[in-house]
């Protein structure tokens, strides 16, 4: 579990724009080993959740 912990976090902070270098480096060792499908899965579950989000927010704000 730690290891999708760490995907999430690594997503995360690339969806807003900070990091690490040594993260990144990380990151770039666990793709060669596993692939990038678990980035590419968590990058698309957080996008769309990030959608709704607005989605509900602009349809609870606006009347």
């Known amino acids: 579990m ?3 912990g760490q ?3 690594a ?6 724009g900070v990091g690490k ?3 990144l480096k990380k990151d ?10 678990p980035y590419i899965i968590v990058g698309l579950v957080m996008t769309i959740v990030f959608i709704g989000l607005v989605v509900v927010v602009v349809k609870s ?3």
Not at 11 to 16: D, E, G, H, L, N
Request: proline share 7%; net charge positive; aromatic share 10%.
């Open 2 to 4: 730690k290891g999708l």
């Open 21 to 23: 270098r040594e993260d």
């Open 11 to 16: 997503v995360a902070s690339a969806m807003i």
């Open 28 to 37: 770039f060792e666990r793709t060669e080993k596993q692939g990038p499908w």
């Open 61 to 63: 704000v606006l009347p």
């Open 7 to 9: 995907v999430f976090k």
